[in-house]
């Protein structure tokens, strides 16, 4: 499985980004997706997974209710729509596949070169 991910930039603190991942070779066996971002000198931080399908999503605490993520009916592509970024959260960000739901970066079988964002305060 193939990971490309776009749409990082270099925004104001209170802005928004979408960030897209899209998917190709084999992605039906690894279904679920996460996003995962990190800064230098540090591991990466689970921020947001959803399931097949779209039915359930978890959420790292100090994004929640302001990013959103949401894939498309294929499955191939996921979205990390942020909205009112601050500084703390800037990173590279990555999107992965693996077949388990969860936060944990081990469980996660693919990952793509990442897309960074940077928030000026």
């Known amino acids: 499985v193939d990971l490309v991910e776009t749409g990082g930039g270099l925004v104001q603190t209170g802005s928004s980004l979408t960030l897209t991942c899209v998917a190709s070779?084999?992605?039906?066996?690894?279904?679920?997706r996460g996003w995962f971002r990190q800064v230098p000198g540090k591991g990466r931080e689970f921020v947001a997974t959803?399931?097949?399908?779209?039915?359930?999503?978890l959420y790292e605490r100090s994004v929640r209710g302001r990013f959103t993520i949401s894939r498309d009916d294929t499955g191939d592509i996921v979205w990390l729509q942020m909205n009112n970024l601050q500084p703390e959260d800037t990173g590279r960000y990555f999107c992965a596949a693996g077949t388990r739901w969860t936060s944990l970066e081990s469980d996660y079988d693919f990952w793509g070169q990442g897309t960074q964002v940077s928030v000026s305060s």
């Open positions: 070779g084999h992605p039906l066996g690894f279904p679920v």
């Open positions: 959803i399931t097949e399908g779209g039915l359930r999503t």
